[in-house]
């Protein structure tokens, strides 16, 4: 039998804001993969960051993701990049942490992604920052996708999507993550079996609410990840 907290395949998995741990390289180092053992998002949600790539008008499509987390969605975005879809995407992520910690950092996303093949520099940078500060230097290009899953207090939350939204291109998309999380039920006791914790991030939702919804149209909605296209 396996140890407490030690799941059959040798990996343990303390979840739910304890620290992560594995012993082998993380299921196959695809972002579905980290999702099933990180569970920060829902199944179904990294498919729906993927279906937007093909949407941008850009042939080259810029891409930035605020909050490095276990690099689940950066990876999930340069894998676009590969066969069959082989779309030419520019990954920018920015985190105020950069050393490991249990709830997300540029290290985790540079470890998965470079396990999976990818290289800092290339098609993908990192920013060690606020990202209110890189939308105030941006000078990068406009933004085709903008994935908003940082602090999730409303102002900081609020702040993000205020600084980065003028700098989206008309027709691009600005993503929310974790709004209503509160009303997906678990499926597992406490917890979901195959997803995030269920507490609300009410100040992620406020925003969404008030600001988002009454100026634009929501595009599509899977579980907690919702998505805006800015006109």
């Known amino acids: 039998m396996a140890e407490k907290g030690l799941r059959s395949d040798g990996q343990a998995h ?7 741990y594995t012993e082998k390289v993380l299921m196959g180092q695809t972002s579905e993969g980290i999702r099933q053992a990180f569970h920060y998002e829902f199944p179904g949600e990294l498919e729906l960051l993927k279906s937007l790539v093909p949407l941008c008008a850009s042939t080259r499509i810029l891409i930035v993701n605020i909050g490095a987390g276990a ?19 520019i990954l920018h992520t920015v985190d105020i942490t950069a050393e490991p910690s249990p709830f997300g950092s540029l290290h985790s996303e540079q470890s998965v992604c470079e396990e999976a093949g990818f290289h800092l520099g290339v098609n993908w940078f990192q920013h060690h920052m606020d990202s209110k500060l890189l939308a ?31 700098l989206i291109r008309k027709g691009g998309f600005m993503v ?29 939702n406020r925003v969404v609410d008030e ?16 998505v805006f296209r800015i006109s």
């Open 136 to 166: 105030k230097d941006w000078n990068f290009g406009l933004v085709d996708i903008c994935f908003v899953d940082g602090a999730h207090s409303y102002d900081e939350c609020f702040g993000d999507v205020i600084a980065w939204e003028p």
């Open 176 to 204: 929310i993550h974790d709004y209503n999380k509160q009303l997906i039920l678990p499926d597992n006791g406490e917890f979901h079996s195959d997803g995030p914790h269920p507490m609300a991030w009410l100040g992620v």
């Open 211 to 226: 600001y988002l919804k009454p100026k634009y149209k929501a595009l599509e909605q899977v579980k907690s990840t919702i």
């Open 14 to 20: 303390l979840r739910r804001g304890e620290i992560y």
């Open 71 to 89: 690099g689940t969605s950066g990876l999930a975005f340069l894998e676009t990049s590969l066969p069959p879809n082989k779309s030419d995407v």
